[in-house]
Nanobody, 115 residues
Framework: QMQLVESGGGLVQAGGSLRLSCTASGSIFSPNVMGWYRQAPGKQRELVATITRIGSPNYADSVKGRFTISRDNAKNTMYLQMNSLKPEDTAVYYC?????????WGQGTQVTVSS
């Protein structure tokens, strides 16, 4: 069964940067689609960005131009480079992997952006 482990969260000031990583294990095959979601206190979980096996990205409008999603299929690792961070980016960020049969979620990593 696939396991996802996120890392890279932390506390930064507005305008700063963070790089999140998510490594998938327990599967021979790279997930069809991987993505980052986030959930702020009192809000629903929302899509941040997704990326296909061939590297086609998709971004939420709120992060376009600031975040970059990438993946290394050989390492089963996905990244999210977060630049020009804003206080509204504060949330728990979750890694998601879609194998085509089911979705898997990581435990989440906290990102806090202070003003």
């Amino acid at each position: 069964q696939m396991q996802l482990v996120e890392s890279g969260g932390g506390l930064v000031q507005a305008g700063g940067s963070l790089r999140l990583s998510c490594t998938a294990s327990g599967s021979i095959f790279s997930p069809n689609v991987m993505g980052w979601y986030r959930q702020a206190p009192g809000k629903q979980r929302e899509l941040v960005a997704t990326i296909t096996r061939i590297g086609s990205p998709n971004y939420a409008d709120s992060v376009k131009g600031r975040f970059t999603i990438s993946r290394d299929n050989a390492k089963n690792t996905m990244y999210l480079q977060m630049n020009s961070l804003k206080p509204e980016d504060t949330a728990v960020y979750y890694c998601n992997a879609d194998t085509g049969l089911t979705n898997y979620w990581g435990q989440g990593t906290q990102v806090t952006v202070s003003s």
